[in-house]
């Protein structure tokens, strides 16, 4: 498996819980766009990925990896998350949710459930698991993944210079998909961009 924290020692952490668990971990990664690029290249039958991670965040970063390697399984880890990831990550394809309080033997359960087929979600996000699945059926997704990648850092408080250094993009590409986003949430302030991206669990408040 693939396992992406951007916490090295907890990622050493982890790696070291999931082998003792019995569980082979081929590739390691800081940040999401590293761990789309191991996951291209190792193809593990489970990825877990931390969801605040920098660059590319964890629900960005499984889009990309299941569009690559869609065998893949996903489980994402977070401490504190927005409701809205949950939904969210599942109509991405993501097939666990683990919130690290619930402690590693979680995690290994999520693991061997998606590994199966089935799909894990921390029971303290139970409820919002049973909304999504008697809320009417969601809009197609209004932003681009790129799209979402601005928001997130704007939300993080990043100027759009220093969101297209991070995205590899020029200043002016990532002006246009922010007019973009802006243009399709009718949201035109940074206060709006922040408030959105926290209830649609863009980013962790």
Avoid: W
């Amino acid at each position: 498996m693939l396992i992406a924290d951007d916490h090295p020692v907890l990622l050493r952490g982890l790696a070291g819980v999931l082998a003792l668990s019995g569980f082979a971990v081929v590739a390691e990664a800081q940040d999401g766009r590293a761990a789309v690029r191991l996951a291209r290249e190792h193809r593990p039958d489970v990825a877990v990925l931390d969801v605040a991670m920098p660059v590319v965040n964890g629900l960005d970063a499984a889009r990309d990896i299941l569009d690559a390697a869609p065998e893949t399984r996903v489980v994402l880890l977070t401490g504190v998350a927005g409701e809205g990831v949950v939904p969210e990550a599942l109509r991405v394809g993501v097939r666990g949710f683990v919130v690290k309080a619930q402690g590693t033997d979680d995690l290994a359960q999520a693991i061997r459930d998606v590994s199966r087929g089935a799909i894990y979600v921390s029971p303290c996000y139970s409820r919002v698991l049973m909304r999504s699945c008697v809320a009417p059926s969601q809009p197609a997704e209004r932003l681009s993944p790129r799209e979402r990648q601005v928001l997130r850092l704007i939300a993080e408080g990043k100027t759009t210079k220093q969101a297209a250094a991070l995205l590899a993009i020029s200043v002016k590409t990532a002006e246009c998909h922010r007019a973009h986003m802006m243009d399709k949430l009718g949201i035109h302030e940074t206060a709006g961009l922040v408030r959105y991206a926290i209830r649609e669990g863009v980013v962790v408040a």
